[in-house]
Each structure stands twice: as structure tokens, then as C-alpha cells.
């Protein structure tokens, strides 16, 4: 997927006209026909041997498949003047990071990426604390015909080319911060990149020792070594993934060990690929998964939109170029290349919330995929998913189980939940919520809501501001998780009492939530997954349904959802507490509190997502109640999608 | 007229070398020509053969160079002749391309029917054999309920006789225990 980059000029770059000396070149997620394309015929030449991913073209000129590189060897010797790096989209660029360590040190690195979803924020790197960038000459990020770019720099003294594609990494992916959680991993074996994407942590040694690493990864191996010696940290082989053909033979039975659970399949990238850019209402129909050339491919109207990897890897561009479709039947006869690589297509699609209509699915497809997820997309017809609203909720049950057990940091989770258990950080992270009240009757309500939150381990910070304490003793004793009670001056501003109650909350994250609105039982915890997805300062839900109590309906206002945006539903704010601690918390005003902050937030150059709004239901009634005091015909005259009458929740509110 | 060969020329010469000689012996032995007179004849027709023998054997070399001269002239003024006619390399070269490509052509595509093939087989193995385990289950579940419908007949068979023999009070515990499937 090499975009408009063909366009981009890198032949000369890479032939080293213009004076320059002939670039080393590495390649990950740039198929043979592609390479060609972008540097002249010749250059893609297959490795004949294992791991031979290190060839010279014709012309002497060393190509690099980073996919299958082996880690035990660095690519060159010493320094390069010139390293050019051409990854097809963000999610093969991230797996390009596991084996940073590999590159040598130049003095002027290009990396090019094929394509990128439409109106992706520009990648502007930031320079991390390496010495090198002090040598700094040059940067020049440019961009061709809208979905390619390409990014250029060059340094008075050769810097390790791999700061330089974690920089390129970080800002693709818009983040200041990129991490994998522990433990820390060692790779070895060839195929490694696809298991632990993005991670710029990783050791690359076959020889590992306890001091390096807390777990190896042994990819494309049948079994873990025997009795490792003492100071060698526990190993996890995978083996590489088999494709049909291979069971065909007469050892075929022997690999059927593969197919026994959903951790033989590599983990989703979900910091690429994720429910971001979701369309609520598409223009198309439904398209079909099915059999093109030996692999699945996405085809709409007898038209080939995406043809998958054969390594069942789905990138953020394939799936931005599905997001125009109502949905994607799958044909399962002949899945992809092989069992584990369709599995992974369809967690793939399924984290990114591509509505998936299954029907009757093989048995082998079961524990690979997991039975909950399976059961999810072989349980809808296309009939069930001709409402916009009930599109929605289907993808959203998919993403989010998807997320839970093939993301990365699940999957790394179940692969050495034996191995490192001591390792893992709590599956449920602690989420502090804010809840300030002027109403005493509507407490036990509210309580009911943070009660039914599920996923994350809830810490309540109970603001009274002119409630007596007296009055919420009760309601408070027979909660069942920890609650602070902090009791304001009435006459403080509610931003005032606000930060007095944020500064008691001590969990990781830390939510406001209003005493009045209907939140859903995985409210807190999908706010959660698009933290992680997203990388964004601040979240939020849109006010997306709204129950007018005073005329008794509900509506569903046109808000885009999954996206980056300027304000989110006061009553949904998430964050760290960092964020909170930085930008000084909330402004010490009785009104328009939320929006002040958001305003902060983004004037600190951080970034507010707003996930979907089905977890949340804003109750709207008399406008004196409320500090957002616009009058009720403000949610009628805008154009809202639905309107119901009475009192109306959607399926994932479970109410 | 066709010249004499040498061993023509050499038998007249000899013959009348011959004659003359005898011609000299008579004369000198009839006296006409002294001996003297008859030695300087015998000397003068001597060479006079000789320069005869070698005039003609001259003349018949200069004939001989003569005919080599006209063969050589004649083979010089005849045309050249025609190289062999050869097809041009290049078609051929491009036929043989398009033949090696066709060919290659037609061994992928069999290679990705095999491939399609061998794929579907190995999916309906792997199909076949969860499909096997599905059944393998079945049979054991229904093995199971099986045996226990038959003993919960076998006990109901017992009760009713023991009930025909015994009186209520052995027929109502085996009732009580009667499952509903």
C-alpha cells in the first residue's frame, strides 16, 4: 500500500543521484510489485533462505524487509550516510519500531509511509532526549497528494536511524508518549515485529539474560526451549502462522495444535487500528469478505476496496477505506491464507468496529477468536443492522470485545499471565469519580449510576455543595466501593468545589460525573479503551441522547463520535490526573465550567477524542436546574437524527 | 589442334634423330661426307633436336599458362554467389519470449489451482476433524442419556412387578426418582 509515494520522487533518492551516496533501504509493509514500483524494476528480490531478508538488488543496492529480519544481527556494520525507510501505512511503520535497535547509525534518514487516512493530523516528530538530535541539519516533512507523506532529516553526525523512527512514530500516531506495559520483552525468531507492535522497548537478542528482560518471545517456534538455564528468563514460542495448504499434507494433524486458542494469534495494534473515524450513518451497503488470489479481500459493487495482508494483519488504511460501508459479510469458505491469519483479519476489523455479519462459522474459528466475540458476529443478519442506531450497537459489543482480548496489552496479558504474573499491572484500572451534588434527592440516583459501572475498579469523591453530610450517610453506607465526602462552602463557585473534590481522587484516572444523567454500565470502562486507543489528554461522550422531561421525549442529536474534538458532554469528562494537575484544574466559576476547561486543555496543546455517546443519557429538565442553561428549544430546532416519545435507552445502557 | 604430348614429341624427335644418323653412317661409309664432316652433322642435328625439344615443350608450357590465365579470369568475372537466406534473429527471439512467458503464465495459474486446491482440502480437514470432535461429543452425551433412560426403564419394569407382587408401598420410591426427560 504504497499510495501516491510512487509520485513522491524517491527513485533518484534512492539510486543516490544528486551527489549523495546510495541509500541502505528498509521495507516494511511494501509488497514486492510496490517496491518495484516506487524504486525502479529489480530492486524487490525474495530472501532465498530463512530469515535472508538482507539482499542486494541488481544494482547493489541492500533492501531490508523488516518483517522478516532476524534480530540477532544488526542490518550493517557501522554508520550509513543515507537510510531510507519505506513503510506502506502507520500500523506497518509501528512494527518497524520493535526492531529500531537493528538500524545503524546515518547521518540523513527518509522515511516514507504509503498511506494515511484522510485529514490524519500532520506527523510532526518530536525529538525524544537522545544527544544525537542536538546534531540536528535539516527536517522537512512533506506530503503527497493528501494520503502519503514523507519525512526527511539530516544531522551533521550520524544518529541511530531508530530515534528517528520512533519520532516518525510517535507522530504519525499523534502522541507525545509511546509505550508498551511491562513486562519487558525480549523477541527473537523471524516474524517477531507482528507481536509486539510499536514497542520501542523491546530487546532484540536470542542470547537474553534475566537483567535484560523479564519474558522471551519466541516467534515462528514450535515449542519454548527445554529447561532454560536459571538466569534465562521464561520463554513463549509461537509458532509462525500455517497456511491451508499446510494441512493438507500428510503431516497435516500435527498442526492443529495451532488452533487451540486465541493467544496463537497476534494482537492487534490497537493504537492503529481502533474504532477512530467510525461513520454513524454510511453512504454504502453492505460488502463482502471473500476469497481474491489466495486472500481475503474487502469487495464493494464487484470492486476489490482492500486486500489484506497475508499475514492477516489489517492496517488503519484498510480500514479507513471500509469505513463507507454499512457492513462486511463474510464468505467463509476458503478463509484468507490460513486459519490464524483469517482470525486476526477478523479482529482486525472487529476493534475497529467494522460491523461484521458472520453466519454460521467454522468450528476452528471458535477458540481463535474467542467464543463471546464469535458469537457476536454470527448472531446478526443484515436485516439487523439496516437502523443506523442498531449498526451502532453491534459494532460497538465488537470493538470492545476485540479490544478486551486481542489488543496488544490483553493479548501480552494472556501469553504470560503463567510466565510473569508479578509482571502485569491491574487488568482494572482505578478510576476515581467525581460527582457534586446540590441535591439531596437526586443522590441515591446518582450513586445507582457510579454502582452499576463495571470493568474498573470505581473510587467515588462525593462533592456536597449544600447538601449536609447528615443527609447522604445513609446512602453513602451501603455502596460497595470506597467513598470520600467532601463537603464545600456553598458559597464556592462550582469549579471551586470541583477542585477541592479532584484533588482528594486518587486512582489513575479521574471522571466527573453528573447527578442527574443516565450513564451506562460500560460507560468508565470504554471511556478507558479509547484512552488507550486514542492517546488523547482528555475524553468524553457527546450528549448525544437527551431526555426532555419536561415534554416527556427523548432524542438523538447528530454528533460525530470517535473523532478528535473541541468539547465533549461535561458529564463525561475523563482524564489523568496529570492532565487535571497541569492545566490547574477548573476555572473557579459557577458556570460554563466543562467548556473552560476543554478551552484549557487545548490551549495546553492537548487533545480531546470523544468516543460514542450510547453509554449516556443527558436528562434535561427545567433550565433552572442546571448549570448549561440553554432552553429546551435548543435540543428540538437543531436537526437530530431520531426523536422518540417518552423515555427511551438503547441496548448497551441496560436499563 | 591438339599439341603432341612430350612422349609423342620425343618419339618423332627420336625417330628422326634416328634416320638422320643413319643417313650420316651411310654417307661417311659410302664415302660422300668425310668422317670429320660426318661427326659435325651428327653434332649440328643433335642440337638442332635438342633446341626442337625444348621450343616445343616451351610452347606447350606458355598453352598450359595460357588456359590457367583464362580459368582464373573466367572464375573472376563470374558473379559472386548469393549468401544463404537466414530469417531475421529478433522475432524469432520475441516468439520464443512470448512462449516462455505463455508457458509461465500457464504454470502459475496451475500452480494456484493446485494451491486452491490443496487449501481447500486442508480447510476441510481441519473442518472434518472439529466436525468429528463436535460428533465424538454428541455420541457420548447421547450414550449417556442412553444408558440412563434405560436403567430408569429397567427400574420402572422392576417397580411395576415388584408393585404386582409386593403392594404400593415398593412401587411409590421408584416413581419418585422418575426423571423428567
Known amino acids: 500500500m504504497i499510495g501516491a509515494l510512487a509520485r513522491a520522487g524517491l527513485a533518484p533518492v534512492a539510486r543516490g543521484d544528486g551527489g549523495r551516496e546510495r541509500p541502505l533501504i528498509a521495507r516494511v509493509g511494501v509488497e514486492d510489485g510496490e517496491l518495484d514500483r516506487l524504486l525502479g524494476p529489480g530492486t524487490a528480490r525474495r530472501p532465498e533462505r530463512p530469515g535472508g531478508a538482507r539482499d542486494r538488488d541488481a544494482s547493489g543496492r541492500m533492501v531490508i524487509d523488516l518483517d522478516e529480519v532476524e534480530v540477532n544481527r544488526p542490518i550493517a556494520e557501522g554508520p550509513v550516510a543515507h537510510l531510507l525507510l519505506l513503510a506502506g501505512t502507520m500500523t506497518d511503520l509501528r512494527r518497524a519500531v520493535t526492531v529500531r535497535a537493528l538500524l545503524p547509525p546515518a547521518k540523513s534518514v527518509t522515511i516514507a509511509v504509503g498511506e494515511l487516512p484522510y485529514l490524519h493530523p500532520a506527523p510532526l516528530p518530536v525529538a525524544s532526549g537522545h544527544p544525537g538530535w542536538r546534531h540536528l541539519l535539516d527536517l522537512r516533512v512533506r506530503m503527497i497528494e493528501k494520503r502519503s507523506w514523507v519525512l526527511e532529516t539530516e544531522f551533521s553526525e550520524p544518529i541511530p536511524a531508530g530515534e528517528v523512527l520512533s519520532a516518525a512514530a510517535r507522530a504519525f500516531g499523534g502522541d507525545h508518549l509511546d509505550a508498551m506495559p511491562q513486562p519487558r520483552a525480549a523477541l527473537a525468531g523471524v516474524g517477531a515485529t507482528h507481536w509486539r507492535p510499536g514497542d520501542p522497548n523491546a530487546v532484540l537478542t536470542t542470547t537474553p539474560r534475566k537483567g535484560d528482560c523479564d519474558v522471551v518471545l519466541k516467534a515462528g517456534a514450535e515449542d519454548a526451549a527445554e529447561s532454560a538455564p536459571e538466569d534465562v528468563p521464561p520463554v513463549v514460542a509461537r509458532p509462525e502462522p500455517v497456511e491451508w495448504t499446510r494441512f493438507a499434507e500428510p503431516s497435516g494433524y500435527g498442526h492443529l495444535a495451532v488452533l487451540s486458542d486465541l493467544s496463537m494469534v497476534p494482537p492487534v495494534d490497537e493504537r492503529a487500528v481502533n474504532p477512530g473515524g467510525f461513520l454513524q450513518s454510511p453512504p454504502h451497503g453492505y460488502g463482502r469478505l471473500e476469497q481474491r488470489a489466495g486472500r481475503w479481500a474487502a469487495v464493494y459493487d464487484d470492486r476489490v476496496l482492500v486486500r489484506f495482508a497475508a499475514s492477516g494483519g489489517v492496517t488503519d488504511a484498510d480500514v479507513a477505506r471500509l469505513r463507507k460501508l454499512r ?180 486512582g489513575t484516572f479521574v471522571t466527573k460525573m453528573d447527578d442527574d444523567d443516565w450513564y451506562g454500565p460500560d460507560h468508565l470502562a470504554d471511556l478507558v479503551l479509547a484512552q488507550m486507543y486514542s492517546g488523547a489528554e482528555l475524553l468524553g461522550a457527546p450528549a448525544e441522547f437527551v431526555h426532555l422531561e419536561q415534554i416527556g421525549v427523548t432524542v438523538q442529536r447528530s454528533r460525530r463520535t470517535e473523532c478528535f474534538r473541541d468539547t465533549v458532554a461535561g458529564g463525561t469528562l475523563f482524564m489523568t490526573r496529570t492532565l487535571f494537575e497541569t492545566v490547574g484544574g477548573f476555572r473557579p466559576v459557577p458556570r460554563h465550567v466543562d467548556g473552560e476547561f476543554c478551552r484549557a486543555v487545548r490551549a495546553a496543546g492537548g487533545r480531546i477524542y470523544q468516543a460514542h455517546g450510547l453509554n449516556y443519557i443527558l436528562r434535561r429538565r427545567a433550565a433552572e436546574g442546571h448549570t448549561w442553561r440553554e432552553p429546551i428549544g435548543y435540543f428540538l430546532a437543531q436537526r437530530n437524527r431520531r426523536q422518540w416519545r417518552g423515555w427511551y435507552a438503547n441496548p448497551l445502557m441496560e436499563l | 589442334m591438339r599439341m603432341p604430348t612430350s612422349r609423342q614429341l620425343m618419339m618423332v624427335i627420336a625417330a628422326c634423330g634416328g634416320v638422320a644418323l643413319l643417313a650420316i653412317v651411310a654417307a661417311t661409309l659410302l664415302g660422300v661426307v668425310t668422317a670429320e664432316i660426318a661427326v659435325l652433322l651428327a653434332l649440328g642435328g643433335g642440337t638442332f633436336g635438342g633446341v626442337l625439344v625444348l621450343g616445343l615443350w616451351l610452347r606447350r608450357l606458355d598453352g598450359k599458362v595460357q588456359r590457367l590465365s583464362e580459368r582464373v579470369a573466367r572464375q573472376a568475372a563470374r558473379p559472386a554467389p548469393e549468401p544463404p537466406r537466414s530469417e531475421p534473429l529478433e522475432p524469432r527471439l520475441q516468439r520464443v519470449e512470448a512462449a516462455v512467458t505463455h508457458l509461465g503464465d500457464v504454470a502459475d495459474r496451475l500452480e494456484d489451482r493446485v494451491g486452491t486446491i490443496l487449501a481447500t482440502l486442508g480447510e476441510d480437514r481441519v473442518e472434518a476433524v472439529y466436525r468429528h470432535k463436535h460428533y465424538t461429543e454428541l455420541l457420548t452425551e447421547v450414550a449417556a442419556d442412553l444408558r440412563r433412560v434405560t436403567e430408569d426403564a429397567r427400574a420402572l419394569v422392576e417397580s411395576a412387578a415388584t408393585a404386582r407382587d409386593g403392594g404400593p408401598r415398593a412401587a411409590e420410591a421408584p416413581r419418585g426418582e422418575r426423571r423428567a426427560d
Do not use: Y
Not at chain 1, 442498531?390 to 501469553?415: I, K, N, P
Open chain 1, 327 to 506: 457492513g462486511l459479510r463474510v464468505e467463509w469458505r476458503l478463509s484468507h491464507t490460513g486459519p490464524i491469519a483469517a482470525a486476526r483479519v477478523l479482529a482486525g476489523l472487529a476493534a475497529a468496529g467494522v460491523p461484521l455479519i458472520a453466519p454460521d462459522p467454522p468450528d476452528w474459528v471458535r477458540p481463535l477468536l474467542g467464543p463471546e466475540l464469535c458469537e457476536l458476529i454470527s448472531g446478526v443478519a443484515e436485516a439487523d443492522l439496516d437502523d443506523d442506531l442498531d449498526r451502532e450497537v453491534h459494532s460497538v459489543r465488537l470493538r470492545r470485545r476485540a479490544l478486551r482480548t486481542h489488543g496488544t496489552r490483553a493479548r501480552w496479558r494472556q501469553l504470560t499471565a503463567d510466565e510473569v504474573p508479578e509482571a502485569h499491572v491491574a487488568a482494572a484500572p482505578k478510576v476515581s469519580v467525581v460527582l457534586c451534588t446540590r441535591r439531596a434527592d437526586m443522590l441515591r440516583f446518582a450513586l445507582s449510576q457510579v454502582a452499576r459501572q463495571r470493568g474498573v475498579d470505581v473510587e467515588l469523591v462525593l462533592g456536597l455543595h449544600g447538601v449536609p453530610r447528615e443527609k447522604v450517610t445513609e446512602a453513602v453506607r451501603s455502596v460497595p466501593f470506597p467513598v470520600t465526602v467532601c463537603e464545600a462552602d456553598p458559597s464556592l463557585p462550582l469549579g471551586a468545589v470541583l477542585n477541592q473534590a479532584f484533588a482528594l481522587a486518587s
